[in-house]
């Protein structure tokens, strides 16, 4: 059971989007629609944004969406704030009731 | 209000034994899965395993089956992550973290964390 990679980090301005990218294997993230994202700001604890890969709990705000192709996840967050500045971290059901995260993504709002 | 409260931060010497709690509030307990997550200094999450309330079943993920202990006492809505033999490379932070339901897999509350630091 390997983690699911992601990008150590990622940047852009205010207003751009951005895209997180979370890859794993046909057992895990391509294998099923349970993809979920966290964010997670320094010293607390992770958020979840994004969970059955595309859906978004009550109170998210809509700037935050997911998708999926293949055994690759991302994340998009368009308009960018500096509130988005934080770590991601994606998730995946991989079978016989385990989980995988990613090693997180830092997001930087330059 | 949904809570999950955890226990204070804990200093401990390679070899000891440590129990940690998340105490949960708010919801019926023994109707979600509890999961346990680390997160070492500067890195990413790490499942541990999980475990239903109500009647105990646990998982566990392959890199921390036999490393810990996951347990829940449901009389008093608790949940607890053990080991028996603690090393310097526990350190780390230990979030406890409810499941949404039954067939689903994410996590919508978490705990606050409980710092594990393991030196000599």
């Known amino acids: 059971q390997s983690a699911l990679t992601q990008p150590a980090s990622v940047s852009g301005s205010p207003g751009q989007s951005i895209t997180i990218s979370c890859t794993g294997a046909?057992?895990?993230?391509?294998?099923?629609?349970?993809v979920s994202w966290y964010q997670q700001y320094p010293g607390k604890a992770p958020k979840l944004i994004i969970y059955?890969?595309?859906k978004r709990p009550s109170g998210v705000s809509n700037r935050y969406s997911g998708s999926k192709s293949g055994n690759t996840a991302s994340l998009t967050i368009s308009g960018l704030q500096a509130e988005d500045e934080a770590d991601y971290h994606c998730c995946s059901y991989a079978g016989s009731s385990t989980l995988v995260f990613g090693g997180g993504t830092t997001l930087t709002v330059l | 209000e949904v809570q999950l409260v955890q226990s204070g931060a804990e200093v401990k010497k390679p070899g000891e034994s440590l129990k940690i709690s998340c105490k949960g509030a708010?919801?019926?307990?023994?109707?979600?899965?509890i999961g346990w997550v680390r997160q070492m200094p500067g890195k990413g999450l790490e499942w541990m395993g999980t475990i239903f309330p109500g009647d105990s079943d646990t998982r566990y993920s392959p890199s921390f089956q036999g490393q810990v202990t996951i347990s829940a006492d449901k009389s008093i809505s608790t949940a607890y992550l053990q080991w028996s033999s603690l090393k310097a490379s526990d350190s780390a932070m230990y979030y406890c973290a409810r499941r949404v339901g039954l067939s689903t897999y994410e996590f919508d509350y978490w705990g606050h964390g409980t710092l594990v630091t393991v030196s000599s």
């Open positions: 046909s057992s895990d993230v391509g294998n099923y629609n349970l």
């Open positions: 708010g919801y019926s307990f023994t109707r979600h899965w």
């Open positions: 059955e890969d595309t």
